[in-house]
């Protein structure tokens, strides 16, 4: 039997061999320098950020035995008693869980609107004018930068304790990231359309709404709902520094040890969130369809 | 002669009549079209009344909003400029080692969880379920929890960051590896390989790019969530802000803002580079 395999002379299979050596090299080097380079960043942010694993090691058992506090004692002789007793507040934690999701819809509602009115001002291919596109796009990078409990602390202290501050503060990021997406969103449109209206002597108004909207209505409504379900979760939290929502109870839930309501808590919360989670990414899959079906 | 028929533009009632199927919608396509709206809307009415907003307190706290934009001009470092520095430093740490530590746990966490590498779907169920939990619960409540464990400072920070990002980033890489085409990996196999040397071979390659720009991603948005954490004592520049917030200090605020959006734009920047410089890789190769 003979082998059809060809052989490739000496000389050159040596200066190949010796290429892929040097390209393997090469690479090795690269990832070495890599892994060099980050090992002094964890030992630069290890000293900056305390990091103590001694401390972590004898403590850990806090944060395992936490875990062992928070559950509740549930036995099946008494499943529902025992139930009704972790629960014991349920009525005025799902009026709060209410709250949650009412503030982070009302903040998503106004956080949108926002976004849209500007969006369009802002998007490089539709925009009027240079200087306020510009002027736009800082406006939009300062309000998603700064954190929204920030914010939150600062309308606590305006406009007083209640869902006012938490809505606004969370409606403020909202406008600034939707703004941002929707941008993008507009960015990346067929520009057919839109001189087609143009064509026809319309104004700004005519040619975003007949040439751009319906191209980029459907990813809008789905970033929405994605945002709506980001801000049912800082809705939870914006609570903490008065700003309304279930937060407030959780915080005084944790600082005062009160084990079992921490679970409580934290259990609606989650399911909550899964829920809306759910809701949101049946409807977006819905969208995006209709946008293949076209 | 041209024999193109020439519609005059004032004749508006008969280019109408000829189209007329494109602007008669059915009554019950109008009434769907307006329930969108209208439900919107009226839920927001409904949470408008729930929550009882207080529009009365608008005014007002527009005026003392007014105010406290007006004190932070000129903004200041009021003295404190190292501590601020020093704040905005483990901030940083605790982006960074936060981002890495959920990485590490993530990566092989993800592996279990995705579609196509699970070794049993049951498993794969249970992952799934307790990935879902730790991202259903906030990186400040986490750094509660952690305050307590391992006491205030930016440790504390960094495991809130770490957990909850593992959450985060073990559903985001078990998307990219279910995503990945399964060819490189049934080649590798089909010429002996081991499952193994075949995730290492045919899916590693095909899913680092990815899972490298969702991870610089995650860092510059952890930049962000560590700067409020400190608010619940997990370190950071989180603390000195909502001290001065709480004191009035507001030239201070608007210090500190200034140079978080300074040090945000800087990751921002560096990271989008790195981000090209990844993606351009698996381009070339």
Redesign the interface.
């Known amino acids: 039997m003979t082998s059809s395999i060809l052989s490739v002379p000496q000389a050159r299979l040596e200066a190949l061999l010796a290429g892929y050596q040097r390209e393997v090299g090469r690479r090795r080097r690269q990832s070495l320098l890599v892994l060099a380079i980050l090992a002094i ?2 030992a ?3 000293r ?5 694993l001694a ?2 090691v004898d ?2 058992s ?2 395992t035995s ?1 875990f062992g506090r928070i559950i509740p004692r549930l036995t099946i002789s008494h499943f529902g008693a025992d139930v009704a007793d972790w629960y014991w507040n349920i009525s005025g934690w799902l009026k709060l869980l ?2 949650t999701v ?2 982070a ?2 903040a998503t ?1 106004v956080g949108a609107c926002g976004a849209f009115a500007f969006a369009f001002l802002a998007a490089a291919n539709l925009a009027p004018s240079h200087s306020l596109r510009w002027c736009i796009k800082r406006v939009f ?2 309000c ?7 914010f939150a ?3 606590v ?4 304790l ?3 501050a938490g ?1 606004l503060a969370i409606a403020i990021h909202t406008f600034g990231t939707l703004g941002k997406l929707f941008t993008e969103a507009i960015e990346n449109i067929d520009m057919r359309p839109v001189e087609g209206v143009h064509s026809t002597g319309s104004r700004f108004i005519e040619t975003v709404r007949f040439g751009a909207l319906p191209q980029v209505m459907s990813s809008f409504a789905s970033y929405t709902l994605l945002r709506f379900e980001i801000n049912v ?2 809705g ?2 914006v609570g ?2 008065g700003a ?1 929502g279930i937060g407030q109870d ?2 005084v839930a ?2 005062k040890f009160y084990y079992t309501d921490v679970s409580a808590i ?1 259990l609606m ?2 399911v909550c ?2 829920i809306i ?1 759910l809701a949101t990414e049946r409807i977006r899959h819905r969208l995006s369809g209709q946008d293949n079906g076209k | 002669m041209s024999t193109r028929r020439i519609v005059h533009p004032d004749d508006t009632a008969a280019v109408l009549g000829r189209h007329r199927d494109l602007f008669d919608d059915s009554p019950l396509r109008r009434a769907a079209t307006l329930a969108a709206p209208l439900g ?1 809307a009226g ?2 009415i ?3 009344w ?2 009882a ?2 529009f009365s ?2 005014g007002p ?2 005026a ?2 007014g105010k ?1 934009i007006a004190l932070m001009f000129p903004p200041s470092s009021g003295g404190h400029l190292d501590l601020l520095v ?1 704040a905005m ?2 901030t ?3 982006a ?2 936060g981002t ?1 530590i959920a990485t590490v746990v993530a990566l092989p966490v993800s592996f279990l969880a995705a579609r196509n590498t699970a070794p049993h779907p049951a498993i794969r169920f249970v992952i799934r379920r307790v990935l ?2 730790i991202r ?3 990186a ?2 986490w750094a ?3 305050v ?4 205030l ?3 504390a ?3 809130a960051i770490a957990v909850s990002d593992t959450g985060a980033l073990g559903k985001l890489f078990s998307e990219a590896i279910e995503s990945a085409e399964a060819r490189a990996r049934e080649s590798v196999l089909a010429s002996g390989g081991t499952t193994l040397l075949a995730v290492r071979f045919g899916l590693l390659p095909q899913v680092l790019p990815i899972i490298a720009g969702q991870i610089l991603y995650y860092f510059e948005s952890n930049v ?2 560590a ?2 954490i400190g ?2 004592g997990a ?1 950071g520049i ?1 603390l000195q ?2 001290e001065q ?2 004191t ?1 200090d507001f030239d201070q ?1 608007a210090f500190a ?1 200034i140079m ?2 300074i040090t ?2 800087a990751i921002d920047m560096i990271s989008s580079k790195l981000r090209l410089a990844i993606i351009g890789r698996r381009a070339v190769a």
């Not at chain 2, 307590?148 to 006491?151: K, T």
């Open positions: 960043l964890i630069i942010a290890g900056v950020g305390e990091v103590d401390n972590l403590n850990i806090n944060f936490y209410l709250d009412l503030i819809y009302l509602l990078e300062f998603r930068t700064v954190p929204d409990l920030v602390l600062m309308f202290s305006a406009f007083g209640g869902p006012l809505i979760r800082s939870s939290v903490m520094v309304g959780l915080f944790i600082r934290l919360i989650i969130v899964a989670d | 919107i839920l927001a409904f949470a408008v729930w929550l907003i207080p307190q608008i706290g527009l003392s909003l406290f020093k430093g483990e940083l740490a605790i960074f080692l890495l879902d939990t259903g619960i906030d400040l409540i509660l929890v952690f307590g464990v391992v006491g400072g930016p440790f920070g960094i495991l962000r969530s700067t409020i608010i619940v370190g989180g802000l909502s917030i709480r009035y605020v803002v978080i959006l945000v734009a």
